[in-house]
Each structure stands twice: as structure tokens, then as C-alpha cells.
């Protein structure tokens, strides 16, 4: 069993380092490990525990707000352009 072992802060720590990961693979990630997280809670909270120590919590909270303003941003660029083209046709 993994508990005691670090499993979930390596874990962690391994989906941080990794760059060469498209968002949707890390997310996709993310539902694995939350998957596991949540069948084992069923029968203890030591691996939620560990998550929370490895501060994978935090690591998901900056990961979605990361993704989220990259998101926006590009929704911004994409109205952006669409509104200096319209100008132009319109001069």
C-alpha cells in the first residue's frame, strides 16, 4: 500500500514537473487521481490526508486558475481581433 511511502506527494510532484503535457492530459490525470483518492476514502482518509499534505489541493487550485485566465486570454485575443477587423470594414 502506498500510504506512509510519499506515493501521493510524488505523485504530485511528478505532475508538476511534467511540461510536455497538454492541459487536457493533465486533467485527465487529475480525474485518475481523484478517482483513486475517492475510492479509497470509502474505507480511510489517510490517502485525502496525504493529498492535502502534498498540497495537492493548491497545485489544483493553481492549475484551473492558470487554465481558466490562459482561456480567457485567448477568448480576449479572439474578440479583440474580430472587433479590429469589424472596425476596418467599417472605415
Request: aromatic share 12%; net charge negative.
Amino acid at each position: 500500500m502506498c500510504v506512509g511511502k510519499g506515493c501521493i506527494a510524488l505523485c504530485i510532484e511528478n505532475m508538476q514537473r511534467v511540461q510536455e503535457l497538454s492541459p487536457i492530459e493533465l486533467v485527465e490525470m487529475f480525474v485518475t487521481v481523484f478517482c483513486f483518492l475517492k475510492d479509497s476514502s470509502e474505507v480511510s482518509q489517510v490517502l485525502l490526508d496525504d493529498f492535502r499534505a502534498a498540497n495537492g489541493y493548491l497545485f489544483l487550485t493553481e492549475f484551473l486558475l492558470k487554465f481558466v485566465l490562459s482561456f480567457i486570454s485567448s477568448v480576449i485575443s479572439c474578440l479583440s481581433a474580430g472587433f479590429v477587423v469589424y472596425e476596418t470594414d467599417a472605415v
